[in-house]
């Protein structure tokens, strides 16, 4: 029996799951993937939104603004990558330097710091790339960049080293509730609970609904996206540039990222299936379309990869968060800036099960402390010597675009919550992510996780259930393989 389970594995689940774990708890995450950070936390514009946008008054506003705050201190004890960069909303004429002076006054309210509505030479002096249509912008130097894919592991992670348990393939389908327990059923598993967190994205509003809560909904948004190889990118832009948002829409960015890559989109296209994850021709063609405008000269010759994200779009326009039940606390149409409040949504999701008659009692030993998962990057030439005199496989290169060695990948299937299928290793590794996608490394990425995990390559998986890669062998015997 747990103290609390927390239904998903994504970026909100992650950050309750580690606050939580500072309290004397018996806590589970179960996720329905194979992995954390599979959902809506996997494919975002990774911006720390620094909260001009949010009306002020929402949760989304309170929530953005405390998340940005905090977020570069949790960054910097998980190890995450997390760079303060900036962000510049380009305007394009009067109508939008008005609309500019609105955000302004907004995020003055919201309590962002540091803003400011700059002119067209202001805007230069910054970045010299913007296109000559641009006339005015707003400047946030709090907006940052952080690695989701980061974030969410190593929250997991962290809460896991602190006691957690994580268990994967779990696909919440009944909840039932006796004598203040809930049971949690996914095929013939089951798990008790005396406090439920459901942090299920998208299907956050079915969840609720099993036990008696139909007040919302949540359908998804498709946005889709367009990323540069980052040898053609080193001086195109820094910065996360938006456009002036309009009655028509927010319009895509164009923004760095902490991979080192520039990233184009998203789309914004209401859909009604929730599995939906294809990229389309006519999201790419209004991706380049708009950022041509942002920045002279992108090198759309330059794209390795397109790829969808869903946003979990709540029902009354604002996060919806509140118990379903006694006891059962919901996260629901955790759209953006969902990624930027989440360690904020951690700390109150603390304060509303303690609310909900959780005793909340602080572990004296609780470490918020983790190695970071790109140590072995950081070190100078003599000591990666070393690390590889101890330790021979960090000498091993595996995937050449990224520079990721055979120890790295070991290290992030050895390390909580442990990697467990190709695109588990690419999101904690990277290994995958560089101009060839995976060509050349995928094969030698199968053969260390078939080894380290001690099953046979035909079971190892691109992204679990039936994602498999290797269907049989070709030629002939077992030492052919
Ligand atoms: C295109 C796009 C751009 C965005 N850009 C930004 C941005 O720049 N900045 C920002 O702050 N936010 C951004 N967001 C929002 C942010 O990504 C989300 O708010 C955040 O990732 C939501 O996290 P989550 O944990 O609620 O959901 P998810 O990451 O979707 O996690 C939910 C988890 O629940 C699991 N699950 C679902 N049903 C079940 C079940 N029955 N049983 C067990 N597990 C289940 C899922 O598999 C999933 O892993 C963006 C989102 C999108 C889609």
């Known amino acids: ?9 994504g970026v909100v689940g992650a950050m309750c799951a580690r606050a939580l774990s500072a309290y004397k708890l018996n806590i589970c995450v179960v996720e329905r993937a194979n992995d954390v950070c599979t959902g809506a936390s996997r494919a975002n514009s990774a911006i720390v939104h620094a909260g001009f946008d949010a009306k002020p008054g929402t949760l989304k506003a309170r929530f953005n603004v405390a998340g940005s705050k905090m977020m570069e201190q949790v960054c910097r004890e998980l190890g995450v990558k997390y760079v303060r960069n900036g962000s510049l909303v380009l305007g394009y004429g009067d109508e939008d330097k008005a609309t500019l002076e609105e955000l302004y006054e907004r995020g003055v309210k919201n309590g962002v710091e540091g803003l400011a509505v700059l002119d067209r030479e202001g805007v230069l002096a910054l970045e010299p790339n913007v296109t000559e249509e641009v006339t005015c912008a707003l ?25 957690a348990q994580f268990i994967r393939n779990f696909e919440v389908e009944r909840i039932e509730s006796a004598d203040g327990v809930y049971t949690l059923y996914a095929g013939d598993q089951k798990v008790e609970a005396r406090f439920v967190v459901n942090a299920a994205g998208l299907y956050s509003d079915k969840i609720a609904a099993m036990v008696g809560d139909e007040s919302f909904d949540v359908h998804p948004r498709r946005g889709e996206y367009m990323v540069l190889d980052k040898a053609y990118t080193p001086s195109l832009t820094s910065y996360t540039l938006f456009s002036t948002p309009t009655p028509k829409g927010k319009g895509i960015l164009v923004t760095a990222t902490t991979g080192g890559n520039v990233m184009l989109g998203p789309t914004a296209v209401d859909m009604t299936d929730k599995e939906d994850l294809d990229t389309t021709a006519e999201g790419t063609a209004s991706i380049r379309e708009q950022s041509a405008r942002y920045i002279k000269g992108i090198p759309f010759g330059g794209v390795i990869t397109s790829f969808t994200g869903l946003r979990a779009v709540g029902s009354t326009g604002d996060f919806i968060i509140h118990a379903s039940a006694p006891g059962f606390i919901t996260f629901g149409g955790i759209e953006s ?13 603390v304060e509303l099960l303690g609310n909900e008659g959780l005793v909340l009692e602080k572990k004296e030993n609780w470490n918020p402390i983790r190695k970071p998962s790109g140590w072995y990057r950081k070190l100078d030439d003599d000591q990666k010597n070393e ?83 290797n269907y049989g062998r070709t030629k002939g015997g077992k030492d052919n393989a």
């Open 1 to 9: 029996m747990f103290d609390v389970c927390i239904i998903g594995a």
């Open 387 to 469: 690390v590889i005199a101890k330790e021979p496989a960090y000498g091993n290169m595996v995937c050449r675009c990224e520079e990721v060695t055979e120890g790295e990948i070991v290290y992030a299937i050895r390390t909580n919550p442990g990697a467990r299928d190709v695109d588990g290793v690419k999101r904690r590794t990277r290994s995958g992510m560089g101009r060839c996608q995976g060509g050349f490394c995928s094969s030698i990425v199968v053969e260390i996780l078939s080894r380290e995990l001690g099953i046979p390559y035909e079971q190892v998986t691109k992204s679990g259930g039936g994602s498999i890669i």
């Open 139 to 163: 400047w946030a130097p709090t907006g940052a960049i952080v690695s989701p894919f980061g974030l969410c592991d190593a929250g997991l992670g962290n809460a896991m080293d602190n006691g």
């Open 337 to 349: 800036p969902g990624l930027t409040s989440a360690p904020a949504l951690g700390e109150y999701c």
